[in-house]
């Protein structure tokens, strides 16, 4: 079992949807929870960081977290073109020369 | 402006020839990351250094060999021994919580 599970998607909305990713893990350890937007030939960009359980919100883009559940989420409203990306997920324990672990990402595709 | 340059952009190998891929930082992290990434399978981890002159095998390291001489700087050498060597490599350097990623280089063999 990988330690990190994201659907890969290709998911496909129509402009101004509200998106749903998602990711689960099996390691209770993990604290520290990230979304990563890639876009095509690019590194991934850190979009969202979250510690431990509950929301966090900044813009269109909302990040949850269930630790009880293994189970994270990123929502986004409103979604437009310009999402168009690639979504990876990753965690940690959060100490110290820790290692992080990433999901293999969702390809999200926002039709104008 | 404090990040991670990964150089070249793209770079052309021919069959039998080593090749090295340049990362430098400039956040003053101590741990550096060297993935590759497939379409369809996310990030595999290549090598990784938590320390100036000391680094680790990820889980497909065969093939390739770093050095990690400065804090600065871990640049991957792709050998002659990797088979398959087409791919887009990413160099990321591990704050305590966050990593931050370079730009990439796309490999291509001809």
């Known amino acids: 079992q990988k330690e990190v599970e994201q659907d890969p998607g290709p998911l496909s909305v129509p402009e101004g949807a509200i998106v749903s990713l998602n990711c689960t893990y099996s390691?209770?350890?993990?604290?520290?929870f990230m979304w990563y937007r890639q876009y095509s030939r690019k590194g991934p960009e850190l979009l969202m960081y979250?510690?431990?359980?509950g929301n966090k919100e900044d813009g269109r883009f909302t990040a949850q977290v269930d630790k009880s559940s293994k189970y994270i989420s990123l929502f986004i409203r409103d979604s437009q073109p310009s999402d168009s990306a690639t979504y990876l997920c990753a965690m940690s324990e959060g100490y110290n020369f820790n290692k992080f672990y990433f999901g293999s990402g969702t390809k999200l595709n926002v039709k104008p | 402006d404090g990040g991670i340059t990964q150089s070249p952009k793209y770079l052309f190998r021919k069959e039998g020839q080593n090749v090295t891929l340049s990362c430098e930082q400039n956040l003053n992290h101590d741990a550096m990351y060297w993935y590759r990434q497939d379409p369809g399978q996310g990030l595999r981890l290549i090598y990784y250094s938590q320390i100036v002159n000391d680094f680790q095998k990820g889980d497909i390291a065969e093939g390739y060999s770093v050095s990690r001489e400065k804090k600065e700087s871990f640049p991957l050498t792709v050998t002659s021994a990797q088979k398959n060597p087409t791919a887009f490599y990413l160099c990321a350097s591990y704050g305590h919580t966050e990593a931050f990623f370079g730009q990439g280089t796309r490999l291509t063999v001809v």
């Open positions: 390691n209770s350890a993990f604290q520290y």
């Open positions: 979250t510690y431990s359980s």
